[in-house]
């Protein structure tokens, strides 16, 4: 029996107005893509290809111009605690504890108390933090931050986790070892995860599947399978299946990121152009 679709996307386009200008600005076009539930899916694509631009539309932040986005059959209409996100900016509350940050969404639910702190040492305890709960964010690093905001989304049952290139702002070490931990408790939870990023290891490592975004207007370029045993005691990114699929993407992406720098130095030329002729 094939497994049901989670998070579906159909002929997603968004455009912006920009100030001053007649034509408006596309920055997503026919965006078309289905997420099963439970999968681990990483877009990955070139800087401008509209990666943050998609999951605001998913996060419920920003209004598709085209398409429909649909979460269990059901359009997505603004933000709603169905859906966790976790930015690359750790977003955390200073005033509170990492306990205390883990039980806001509780609170949001209407979780009684004592359930919330149970709850929000359950989920410190799953990524590794428990002991913790009682810190700041500012006595917590940069990695430890970033494993509070997962719990924290995680804490309240959402269908879908949302993750807008999380580990980007973390050393290479800290980050190596966070994508192990994400992948033992996507594991443990079989959570439904749509993870972005620019990174082509990471996206490797990570994704049961990858779609590739084509550079601006962003569009699903292609999406590939990624069949890799992850528990192997060898280090799988030296594995030779490991570089072939990360050549793959490479080279997909490598005509993109050459288009998006060809269309940009035409914009700039014919900036250049009607300057002189003002």
Not at 75 to 81: N, R, S, V
Not at 142 to 164: H, Y
Not at 175 to 188: F, G, M, N, P, T
């Given at each position: 029996m094939s497994t049901p679709v989670k998070l579906s996307l159909s002929g997603v386009r968004k455009?912006?107005?920009?100030?001053?200008?007649?034509?408006?600005?596309?920055?997503?076009?026919?965006?078309?893509?289905?997420?099963?539930?439970g999968e681990f899916l990483v877009l990955v694509g070139p800087s401008g290809s509209g990666k943050s631009t998609l999951l605001d539309l998913l996060g419920g932040l920003e209004r598709p111009s085209g398409g429909q986005l649909l979460l269990d059959g059901a359009?997505?209409?603004?933000?709603?605690?169905d859906r966790g996100i976790?930015?690359?900016?750790?977003?955390?509350?200073?005033?509170?504890?990492?306990?205390?940050?883990?039980?806001f969404g509780?609170?949001?639910k209407g979780v009684k108390r004592r359930e919330r702190r149970r709850l929000a040492?359950?989920?410190?305890?799953?990524?590794?933090?428990?002991?913790?709960?009682?810190r700041y964010p500012h006595e917590l690093s940069?990695?430890?931050?970033?494993?509070?905001?997962?719990?924290?989304?995680?804490?309240?049952?959402?269908?879908?986790?949302?993750?807008?290139?999380?580990f980007a702002a973390l050393d290479a070490q800290?980050?190596?070892?966070?994508?192990?931990?994400?992948?033992?408790?996507?594991?443990?939870t079989r959570k439904t995860i749509l993870f972005i990023t620019h990174g082509i290891d990471e996206a490797v490592y990570l994704g049961q599947r990858v779609a590739v975004l084509?550079?601006?207007?962003?569009?699903?370029?292609?999406?590939?399978?990624?069949?890799?045993?992850?528990?192997?005691?060898?280090?799988?990114?030296?594995?030779?299946?490991f570089r072939e699929l990360r050549h793959h993407i490479w080279s997909l992406l490598h005509d993109e990121v050459e288009r998006a720098q060809t269309l940009e130095q035409a914009a700039l030329a014919a900036t250049d152009r009607r300057s002189s002729h003002g």
């Open positions: 455009e912006f107005r920009v100030r001053g200008e007649r034509e408006s600005f596309t920055a997503l076009e026919d965006v078309t893509v289905d997420v099963r539930d359009p997505i209409t603004g933000p709603g605690l976790v930015f690359q900016q750790y977003a955390l509350l200073p005033w509170r504890t990492a306990r205390g940050n883990i039980e509780l609170e949001a040492d359950d989920y410190l305890d799953l990524v590794g933090l428990g002991g913790f709960g009682d940069g990695g430890m931050k970033q494993r509070v905001a997962i719990a924290r989304s995680l804490a309240f049952d959402p269908e879908v986790l949302l993750m807008d290139e999380p800290t980050r190596e070892s966070l994508q192990d931990e994400l992948l033992r408790i996507w594991e443990a084509t550079s601006r207007p962003g569009r699903v370029k292609a999406v590939v399978d990624i069949d890799l045993d992850r528990h192997t005691a060898a280090d799988i990114r030296s594995s030779e299946p």
